[in-house]
Structures are given as structure tokens and as C-alpha cells.
């Protein structure tokens, strides 16, 4: 029993960085209807650039912020250079451009900071288990991160008028634009968004399974995955998605497939809710009008 | 006349490709031409769904490694002649195919890319799996032995590969043409284009979606059997999902929507690694993910729509499709 609440923990843990890089799937696939390929390519990027800033010698949490800015302005000017131009191309396009990115940040990353696996510090330090030995301080700190970005995007959205902007931005943009809402500068306020997002996740999960160039590609099918099963249609949905794949992916790993088939639990994951529940948990049926 | 005399070329141009390359070319460079074929078939494979019926998969790679696996596993195991497991990997591959579809592509937007992305990533970690070593023989993969020429035929093994290739796809070609330039095609398009307009015409959406995933499938999985052959091993490494992106890549760059972008394709894959070689030492992959992003703005048609472009007789009728 102690052994399954430990696992459900932990998979509450990493759970929290599935359910950020959901969030910020969702946020573009609302605005945009485009699901970022390269979510987890650019989240991984930016974690190096932590990693630079904490070798030139900054304190953890300065190199943190400055890594927020970083990842916010590139994802704000990969929107407005590669993006914005292709706005009414077809859908292959921009998958194109998406596994462009996705291969040139793999890549470039290997190529500066090479490809063996870096440790990454974890600012809670290393410690013994806490919470009744259940949770090591690392997954306590960043479980803790994860609620805290999740509950002041949901403020940002729910309270600022900027939030509220880029909601109508995303749900109506022709009328948007007609009340003057900037909505390009709208949409790349989301992308920069996203970006930092991302990077907080990457930051997170970087001392768990240490950082090489292709660390991510694991966390951006569980976050798919996660995002389905929420629900791709609402960010609370996705966020909860999230959350439940990492416990789902913990408990299935240790009692029903091994660590050699985790990866295959996304896929099940994601056919199930396609043939159960299309819509997931917490989405809405969309009815287009014809 | 003129329609002719672009087939006649277009004839020539086919046999002198099947022939050429076995009485100048190295063992080595036979090997290349063969990958080529292998390519360009599941290239076709990838452009049938996406291309044409603008369902994107980022996972064909998957239906590659089915094919190869089927193809040694059957060679390795028991004995059977190499041309007898591309029947049996063609039915293999589609039937994944339609099963996966079926879930994915009942749905309109990105889920085919996102459940296809998912099993790219978790065929290789099966074919690691424990419980099916016996057959796949884990980490270590399967070695093969490539077949000699039949009948005596005056040829060694890596010609008689060549052709043996080149005549399956040359077939498959054909097939694949005459589906996109008939009824079918068109329904296809129409799905990619306009899918409520297609659907209100009587098009069963999510039927002719899956069936075309599966026919996608089929001719992917008989490009990893060739490929299989001509390697002479399967291994799960070599089925990375690195191997779908490839394969997603060379459809783009070669030409969405075009028969002969596939060869295009194949080409790009199969020789532009060695020239990003050249341009960075450090990051090939960069330069590939460079161009493909340049193409998307540059020439969204691909290789196949600029060459479209130079190709004197056939011009006008190829745009027309």
C-alpha cells in the first residue's frame, strides 16, 4: 500500500510537468487550432540557456527569470517571423515548419552544448524523503512551481484585462480585431507565453532525468496525451489530463508494463480516449456551422 | 501526340533508370540506388495520406519497421525465399493500418499526427520488449542474407536487388497513379480540401480516410521489407522515431500531392545527409530542419512542383490534376 501511494505521488510529480506543457499546447491549439510540435524541443532549449546562466555563475533562481524573458521573447518572435506569414497556409505547412523547428533546436542544442547527458540543479536541494517519506524535496518544490504557474496563468486569464483580451483574441478574432484588440500581437503574446511555460517545465523535470537534447520528446507525448484526455478544448481539462498521465504512466510503469514499455502507454492512452471519449474528460463536443 | 511523346519519354526515362545504374554503378552505389527505391516507396506511402488525402502521420516510420520486421522474422526464422514476405508484409502493414486509422481518423484536425507521433515512439521500445525477443531478437536485431539472381541470370546479388526493387515499385508506382488520377483520387482531394463539401457529395469521410491510411501503410511496410533485404539487418535503433520524421520530411521537400515528388523524396533523404555533412560538420540535422522550413515558404509544392516548372511536355497535364 505504501508502495502504491508512493508511486501515485510521485506520479503526481512529474504529473505537474506534463500538465504545463499541456497547458501550453492548449493555449496555442486555442488561439490557433495548431498544435506545437516543438513545444518540447524549445522548452528544452531554454533549459540549456538556464544551464549556461547557472555555469556563468548567476543564482539559481536570477538564471530562472532570466530564462522566463529568454524563452518568452523567442517564443514571441517565432511566431511573429515563422508564423505570422504563414497565417492562412494549409495545415501541412505549418507542420512542416513545426518539425523544422522541432529538428533545428534538437540539433543546434547538441551542437553548442553537446549531446551527453548534464546534470541539472534542483534549487530544493537534495535531502531525504518528506511528507511521511513519500516525496523527495525536489518533487515537493516543483509540484509546488507547477500549481503556482497553473493558478496565476488561470488569474492572468481570469482577472487582467490582457487575459481577457487574448481570450476573445482566440474565440473571435475578426470581431477582436473590429473592437481593437491587437490580435496578431495577441496571438505572440500567447506564443511567448507558451514558451516560458514550457521552459518552467523543462527546468523542473531537467534534475529528474537529467538534460540531453532529446529529454523532452518523452514529457511532449505525455503531455499530448494528457491534453487529449483532459479534454484538448479546455485548459483546466488539459491540466487535470496532465496531472492524471503521470500517475497512470507511475502506476503502469511499476506494476503492469515495466520502464521498458512506458513509452507505449502514451499511445494507449491516446487511442482509448480517441475511441471512448474523443472529446476527453472535461472538453466540449465542437459543432461546427456549415 | 504530344501526350505521346511525354509518356514515350517518360517510358525511356524509367528503363534507362532501371538499367543504367547495373552497368555503371559500384556494389556500394547499388546499395544507394536500392535505399532509393525503398525510400521513394515509403515516401509514396506517406504522400497518399498526407499529400493527397491531407491527413498528416508523422509515424510511417512505424509502418517501415513492420515491414522490415516482418521480412526478416519470416527469412530468419523459417527459411522462406525474400519475395514471398512482401505479400505477407504488405497485408500485415495495411491491416495495423486500418486499425489504428479507424480510432484516429474518425476525427477531423491533428489527431491522426498526434496518435501516429505516439506509435513512432513506442514500436522501437516493443520491438525491445522482453516478451517478444523469441521473435525479434531484442536489442540485438536480426541478421538476413541478401538473395543471389534466379534462373542464372548474369547478375550479382546487389543487381539483381536493384531491379527486383525497382520492378516492384515501378508496379506499385502505377497503382498508386492510377488510384490519385481516378475517382478515388478526387474523393481524396476533396476530403483534403473541402471535407464538408465532400461529405455532403455522399463521401463516406471516415471510411475512405482509413482505407487510404491503410493502402498508405501497406506501401511503407513493402519499402522497410525491401529495405530490410538490402541492409541485410533490422534492428529497433535503426526504426527510431527519428526514421517517421525522415520519411515526413522527404515527402514534404519532394512534394505533397505528386507521384513523382515521392522520388524526389527519396532522393533528398538518401543523399542530402552527406551534403548537410559538408555545410555543418556539427549539425546536419539543423540544416535539414533549415530546409525544410525554407521550402514551406519558398516552394510549398516541393522539388516535384519547380522541376513541373522545367519539364517541357508534361507540364500543363501534370498541373491540371
Given at each position: 500500500?505504501?508502495?502504491?501511494?508512493?508511486?501515485?505521488?510521485?506520479?503526481?510529480?512529474?504529473?505537474?510537468?506534463?500538465?504545463s506543457?499541456?497547458?501550453?499546447?492548449?493555449?496555442?491549439?486555442q488561439?490557433?487550432?495548431?498544435?506545437?510540435?516543438a513545444q518540447?524541443?524549445?522548452?528544452?532549449?531554454s533549459t540549456?540557456i538556464?544551464?549556461?546562466?547557472?555555469?556563468?555563475?548567476?543564482?539559481?533562481?536570477?538564471?530562472?527569470a532570466?530564462?522566463?524573458?529568454?524563452?518568452?521573447?523567442?517564443?514571441?518572435?517565432?511566431q511573429?517571423?515563422?508564423l505570422?506569414?504563414?497565417?492562412?497556409a494549409?495545415?501541412?505547412?505549418?507542420v512542416?515548419?513545426?518539425?523544422?523547428?522541432?529538428?533545428?533546436?534538437?540539433?543546434?542544442?547538441?551542437?553548442?552544448?553537446?549531446?551527453?547527458?548534464?546534470?541539472?540543479?534542483?534549487?530544493?536541494?537534495?535531502?531525504g524523503?518528506?511528507?511521511?517519506?513519500?516525496?523527495?524535496?525536489?518533487?515537493?518544490?516543483?509540484?509546488?512551481?507547477?500549481?503556482?504557474?497553473?493558478?496565476?496563468?488561470?488569474?492572468?486569464?481570469?482577472?487582467?484585462r490582457?487575459?481577457?483580451?487574448?481570450?476573445?483574441?482566440?474565440?473571435?478574432?475578426?470581431?477582436?480585431?473590429?473592437?481593437?484588440?491587437?490580435?496578431?500581437?495577441?496571438?505572440?503574446?500567447?506564443?511567448?507565453?507558451?514558451?516560458?511555460?514550457?521552459?518552467?517545465?523543462?527546468?523542473?523535470?531537467?534534475?529528474?532525468?537529467?538534460l540531453?537534447?532529446?529529454?523532452?520528446?518523452?514529457?511532449?507525448?505525455?503531455?499530448?496525451?494528457?491534453?487529449?484526455?483532459?479534454?484538448?478544448?479546455?485548459?483546466?481539462g488539459?491540466?487535470?489530463?496532465?496531472f492524471?498521465?503521470?500517475?497512470?504512466?507511475n502506476?503502469?510503469?511499476?506494476?503492469i508494463?515495466?520502464?521498458?514499455?512506458?513509452?507505449?502507454?502514451?499511445?494507449?492512452?491516446?487511442?482509448?480516449?480517441?475511441?471512448?471519449?474523443?472529446?476527453?474528460?472535461?472538453?466540449?463536443?465542437?459543432?461546427?456551422?456549415? | 501526340?504530344?501526350?505521346?511523346?511525354?509518356?514515350?519519354?517518360?517510358?525511356?526515362?524509367?528503363?534507362?533508370?532501371?538499367?543504367?545504374?547495373?552497368?555503371?554503378?559500384?556494389?556500394?552505389?547499388?546499395?544507394?540506388?536500392?535505399?532509393?527505391?525503398?525510400?521513394?516507396?515509403?515516401?509514396?506511402?506517406v504522400?497518399?495520406?498526407?499529400?493527397?488525402?491531407?491527413?498528416?502521420?508523422?509515424?510511417?516510420?512505424?509502418?517501415?519497421?513492420?515491414?522490415?520486421?516482418?521480412?526478416?522474422?519470416?527469412?530468419?526464422?523459417?527459411?522462406?525465399?525474400?519475395?514471398?514476405?512482401?505479400?505477407?508484409?504488405?497485408?500485415?502493414?495495411?491491416?495495423?493500418?486500418?486499425?489504428?486509422?479507424?480510432?484516429?481518423?474518425?476525427?477531423?484536425?491533428?489527431?491522426?499526427?498526434?496518435?501516429?507521433?505516439?506509435?513512432?515512439?513506442?514500436?522501437?521500445?516493443?520491438?525491445?520488449?522482453?516478451?517478444?525477443?523469441?521473435?525479434?531478437?531484442?536489442?540485438?536485431?536480426?541478421?538476413?542474407?541478401?538473395?543471389?539472381a534466379?534462373?542464372?541470370?548474369?547478375?550479382?546479388?546487389?543487381?539483381?536487388?536493384?531491379?527486383?526493387?525497382?520492378?516492384?515499385?515501378?508496379?506499385?508506382?502505377?497503382?498508386a497513379?492510377?488510384?490519385?488520377?481516378?475517382?478515388?483520387?478526387?474523393?481524396?482531394?476533396?476530403i483534403?480540401?473541402?471535407?464538408?463539401?465532400?461529405e455532403?457529395?455522399?463521401?463516406?469521410?471516415?471510411?475512405l480516410?482509413?482505407?487510404?491510411?491503410?493502402?498508405?501503410?501497406?506501401?511503407?511496410?513493402?519499402?522497410?521489407?525491401?529495405?530490410a533485404?538490402?541492409?541485410?539487418?533490422?534492428s529497433?535503433?535503426?526504426?527510431?522515431?527519428?526514421?517517421?520524421?525522415?520519411l515526413?520530411?522527404?515527402?514534404v521537400?519532394?512534394?505533397?500531392?505528386?507521384?513523382?515528388?515521392?522520388?524526389?523524396?527519396?532522393?533528398?533523404?538518401?543523399?542530402?545527409?552527406?551534403?548537410?555533412?559538408?555545410?555543418?560538420?556539427?549539425?546536419?540535422?539543423?540544416?535539414?530542419?533549415?530546409?525544410?522550413?525554407?521550402?514551406?515558404f519558398?516552394?510549398?509544392?516541393?522539388?516535384?512542383?519547380?522541376?513541373?516548372?522545367?519539364?517541357?511536355?508534361?507540364?500543363?497535364?501534370?498541373?491540371?490534376?
Amino acid at each position: 500500500m505504501d508502495g502504491l501511494l508512493h508511486q501515485v505521488f510521485s506520479g503526481l510529480a512529474t504529473g505537474g510537468i506534463y500538465a504545463s506543457v499541456a497547458l501550453a499546447l492548449v493555449m496555442i491549439y486555442q488561439a490557433t487550432h495548431h498544435i506545437n510540435f516543438a513545444q518540447g524541443e524549445m522548452a528544452m532549449f531554454s533549459t540549456y540557456i538556464a544551464l549556461a546562466l547557472i555555469n556563468a555563475g548567476l543564482p539559481y533562481w536570477v538564471a530562472f527569470a532570466a530564462t522566463l524573458v529568454f524563452s518568452f521573447a523567442m517564443g514571441a518572435i517565432i511566431q511573429r517571423v515563422l508564423l505570422q506569414p504563414l497565417a492562412n497556409a494549409p495545415v501541412l505547412a505549418l507542420v512542416g515548419v513545426f518539425i523544422g523547428m522541432m529538428l533545428i533546436f534538437n540539433n543546434t542544442a547538441g551542437w553548442i552544448f553537446s549531446y551527453t547527458l548534464k546534470p541539472f540543479p534542483s534549487p530544493f536541494g537534495e535531502g531525504g524523503p518528506m511528507v511521511g517519506g513519500m516525496l523527495s524535496p525536489h518533487e515537493l518544490g516543483s509540484t509546488c512551481v507547477t500549481l503556482g504557474v497553473l493558478l496565476s496563468v488561470w488569474a492572468f486569464f481570469r482577472f487582467t484585462r490582457l487575459g481577457l483580451a487574448m481570450r476573445a483574441a482566440a474565440y473571435n478574432p475578426v470581431s477582436s480585431q473590429l473592437v481593437g484588440i491587437p490580435v496578431a500581437r495577441m496571438l505572440a503574446l500567447g506564443w511567448g507565453l507558451a514558451a516560458a511555460i514550457g521552459a518552467i517545465a523543462g527546468m523542473m523535470v531537467a534534475p529528474v532525468v537529467f538534460l540531453d537534447p532529446n529529454m523532452m520528446a518523452g514529457v511532449l507525448l505525455y503531455a499530448f496525451a494528457g491534453a487529449l484526455l483532459g479534454g484538448i478544448t479546455n485548459p483546466l481539462g488539459a491540466v487535470i489530463g496532465g496531472f492524471l498521465v503521470g500517475v497512470i504512466e507511475n502506476i503502469g510503469g511499476a506494476y503492469i508494463v515495466g520502464t521498458g514499455l512506458k513509452l507505449s502507454l502514451a499511445l494507449v492512452i491516446i487511442v482509448a480516449v480517441l475511441v471512448l471519449k474523443p472529446s476527453g474528460l472535461f472538453g466540449k463536443t465542437l459543432a461546427s456551422r456549415v | 501526340m504530344r501526350i505521346m511523346s511525354s509518356r514515350l519519354v517518360l517510358v525511356l526515362l524509367v528503363l534507362a533508370m532501371a538499367v543504367v545504374p547495373l552497368f555503371v554503378s559500384s556494389g556500394y552505389q547499388l546499395f544507394q540506388f536500392t535505399m532509393v527505391v525503398a525510400y521513394a516507396l515509403a515516401v509514396l506511402g506517406v504522400n497518399l495520406v498526407t499529400g493527397y488525402n491531407g491527413q498528416i502521420s508523422l509515424g510511417h516510420g512505424a509502418f517501415y519497421a513492420i515491414g522490415a520486421y516482418v521480412t526478416a522474422i519470416m527469412m530468419d526464422h523459417w527459411d522462406l525465399p525474400y519475395w514471398s514476405t512482401l505479400p505477407v508484409a504488405a497485408v500485415i502493414c495495411a491491416g495495423v493500418g486500418f486499425l489504428l486509422g479507424l480510432p484516429a481518423l474518425r476525427l477531423g484536425g491533428l489527431y491522426l499526427a498526434l496518435t501516429t507521433l505516439a506509435l513512432a515512439a513506442a514500436v522501437p521500445q516493443l520491438l525491445k520488449y522482453d516478451l517478444f525477443e523469441g521473435w525479434t531478437g531484442g536489442v540485438q536485431g536480426i541478421s538476413i542474407i541478401k538473395p543471389d539472381a534466379p534462373f542464372g541470370l548474369p547478375l550479382n546479388a546487389d543487381q539483381w536487388l536493384y531491379l527486383f526493387s525497382f520492378a516492384v515499385a515501378v508496379v506499385l508506382f502505377i497503382s498508386a497513379w492510377n488510384l490519385v488520377n481516378g475517382r478515388i483520387g478526387r474523393a481524396l482531394k476533396a476530403i483534403r480540401d473541402q471535407p464538408l463539401a465532400a461529405e455532403a457529395m455522399g463521401i463516406d469521410l471516415a471510411q475512405l480516410k482509413t482505407r487510404t491510411f491503410a493502402a498508405s501503410a501497406m506501401y511503407t511496410g513493402i519499402a522497410g521489407s525491401i529495405a530490410a533485404i538490402a541492409v541485410q539487418f533490422v534492428s529497433p535503433d535503426s526504426f527510431a522515431s527519428a526514421l517517421s520524421i525522415t520519411l515526413f520530411v522527404g515527402m514534404v521537400v519532394g512534394g505533397a500531392a505528386s507521384i513523382s515528388g515521392a522520388v524526389f523524396g527519396a532522393l533528398f533523404i538518401q543523399f542530402i545527409p552527406n551534403i548537410a555533412d559538408q555545410v555543418s560538420k556539427a549539425a546536419p540535422g539543423a540544416v535539414y530542419g533549415l530546409i525544410l522550413i525554407v521550402f514551406m515558404f519558398v516552394a510549398p509544392g516541393g522539388i516535384a512542383s519547380l522541376v513541373r516548372k522545367w519539364w517541357p511536355a508534361g507540364g500543363s497535364r501534370a498541373r491540371s490534376t
